[in-house]
Nanobody, 123 residues
């Protein structure tokens, strides 16, 4: 059992940056897959990035490549999503998720989810 809590969302102007945090508890997620998904207004939940375990090279969706960076702090059992060069299209509720298996782009494969944090990018 893993509990996940996202934080760091907010309102930012286009071109700005935010860093989202996902604090895990209950178990270490060092050996687990962790992913970020997002759901914008009127849109379905969308894959953003995943990594299968600590040290695994993250896999990003094309729309965020070069702008978003996934990282882990194993000592804190926390993962981060650094978001730079934000665009209005990035506006969404951002969720972190985890599973014991390999990372996947399919949200249905993840077992544990955070509550989400709102990111709003103004034009």
């Amino acid at each position: 059992q893993v509990q996940l809590v996202e934080s760091g969302g907010g309102l930012v102007q286009a071109g700005g940056s935010l860093r989202l945090s996902c604090a895990a508890s209950g178990q270490s997620v060092r050996g687990y897959a962790v992913a970020w998904f997002r759901q914008g207004p009127g849109k379905e939940r969308e894959f953003v990035v995943h990594s299968s375990h600590s040290g695994d090279v993250p896999t990003y969706t094309d729309s965020v490549k070069g702008r978003f960076t996934f990282s882990r702090d194993d000592a804190k059992n926390t993962v981060y999503l650094q978001m730079d060069s934000l665009r209005p299209e990035d506006t969404a509720v951002y969720y972190c998720a985890s599973r014991t298996g390999y990372g996947t782009i399919l949200s249905s494969q993840y077992d544990w989810w955070g509550q989400g944090t709102q990111v709003t990018v103004s034009s």
